[in-house]
């Protein structure tokens, strides 16, 4: 067992004890962790890595909570925040280096800013970079897998970089998901005046439709559920046209409902547990079931529920 004083003898960022995740996480809900940490830098994080591995105790890392459900009873062991340790980048001609904690909305703006496509229609997606790439987040035709180069992962304590041929991507998938990512390395395609005028126009268009369709007053975690694969789905609908179709928009678990605007989103409406959106989250695979014969995966990543379910 690790004691409090030798991770505060090690970490030279911030250790918190029995930390809300409620204050870490897009959706307000979850209860503390047993010890919580902001690295102040790279090596600091690598050391509470190595240094959680070494006594064979729990970690999980986190960037900005925006696809996270925590348990009410929280999480043992430790989280580690990776927006401060993590959260440099640079641009060189077209090649973007970024580290994991970096916000994709920042690069995505950034990089466009400087007429180098690739991630402009990934703008809206309020997670990390690591994230990202753990999840191979997609929008409007565009999966940040498209532009990644190489992923540098922390493995058994030493920095190892991953090209992109030795990684498998899919829908929502990455064979490096449950690693340590550190950073990341992207080629974009350099946009001329009237590509960046056309792109623009498409990114403009497509942040103005998750204005419209998002809840976006309303704390969530954006979609709940992955669309079905194409080969297992005749109907062709999406998760959320399906919800709707089971007439589920507005149902309401405790503090938690499901989004009358977008129907694969769940929010909380007010001192909503956990306990309330599992119970939405199993209610509305039901329906689903019962109506299309699917079973929808999760998309929505859960966090201190590793003995209980899912």
């Known amino acids: 067992m690790i004691s409090t004083e030798e991770l505060v003898d090690t970490i030279r960022g ?5 930390e809300s995740m409620k204050e870490h ?3 307000k809900i979850g209860g503390s962790a047993d010890f919580f940490v902001d690295p102040l830098d ?6 509470v890595v190595a240094l959680f591995e070494a006594h ?3 970690y999980r890392l986190i960037g900005r909570g925006s696809n996270l459900l925590v348990h009410d009873e929280g999480v043992r062991g430790a989280v580690i925040v990776t927006s401060r340790a993590l959260g440099e980048y640079r641009v060189r001609k077209n090649v973007l280096t970024s580290g994991a904690g ?3 909305p920042a690069i995505a703006e950034k990089t466009f800013s400087l007429s180098l496509s690739g991630l402009e ?3 809206g997606i309020p997670g990390t ?3 990202a790439v753990a999840a191979n987040a997609g929008a409007h035709g565009q999966e940040i897998s498209d532009v990644v180069s190489w992923v540098e992962i922390l493995d058994r304590g030493k920095p190892q970089v991953i090209p992109r041929d030795e990684m498998a991507f899919g829908y929502r998938y990455c064979s490096l998901e449950g690693r340590v990512i550190l950073g990341v390395g992207m080629k974009l395609e350099r946009l001329s005046d009237a590509g960046h005028n056309e792109r623009d126009r498409l990114r403009r268009e497509a942040l103005q439709r998750r204005i419209v369709s998002q809840p976006l007053s309303w704390p969530n975690a954006g979609s709940v559920f992955r669309n079905p694969r194409p080969e297992e789905n005749p109907s062709g609908l999406s998760a ?3 919800i709707d179709a089971c007439g589920l928009k507005g149902v309401r678990r405790g503090g938690a409902a499901i989004s009358e605007c977008h129907a694969n989103i769940i929010i909380n409406r007010g001192k909503a547990k956990a306990a309330d959106v599992m119970e939405l989250i199993g209610m509305t695979r039901e329906h689903v079931r019962k109506m299309f014969g699917i079973s929808l995966e999760l998309e929505l990543k859960l966090l201190g529920f590793e003995k209980t379910c899912c």
């Not at 911030?14 to 029995?18: A, D, E, K």
Request: proline share 7%; glycine share 18%.
């Open 42 to 47: 790279r090596d600091d994080l690598c050391r």
């Open 121 to 123: 229609m990934l703008q």
């Open 102 to 104: 970096v916000p994709l």
């Open 129 to 131: 970079v690591g994230g």
């Open 14 to 18: 911030q250790v918190l004890l029995g």
């Open 25 to 27: 996480t897009t959706l």
């Open 240 to 242: 959320g046209q399906m």
């Open 56 to 58: 064979g105790l729990p």
